[in-house]
């Protein structure tokens, strides 16, 4: 891994992109979206990595092998209500970690408005489909660059 690699951790469910609910999800399959990330951030001089899983402990183990990289783009999917594992793995790691979700997940159910990740995370973002992995790429080439706080 160079510098510049930057990680994509896509969590429970999201190996159904495409097929599950597309209303709220999109058609985009999670390898179509992976490909066109991969570009994205080809496109801004990094290198992504992508991986998924529907299991906590998989996440928290790659999380804790993150030191390699500047970055972490992170959508949790249900894992941001009521993971605590995932949260303690990301404070205990130093790479900056920014959590995107397809949906508004403030205008859906309720308990989606609660994240028990997002006060170690540096940006939140939601609601803009596949753009929000973009905006996620985007908000961390920026802050490992800038030195934003």
Known sequence: MVSSDLLLLNGPNLNLLGIR???IYGNTSLKELEEELIQFAESRGCALHTFQSNH???LV???HRSKDVKGIIL???AFMSYSYS????ISSVS???VEVHISNIYSRESWR???VISDVVIG????FGKYSYMLGIEAIIYHTHSGAV
């Open 95 to 97: 790479t900056p970690v």
């Open 56 to 58: 906590e402990g998989d």
């Open 124 to 127: 939140q973002i939601s609601g």
């Open 61 to 63: 183990e790659r999380i």
């Open 75 to 77: 959508n949790p999917g």
């Open 86 to 89: 995932l949260r303690d793995a």
């Open 21 to 23: 609910e597309p209303h």
């Open 113 to 115: 408005h609660k994240s």
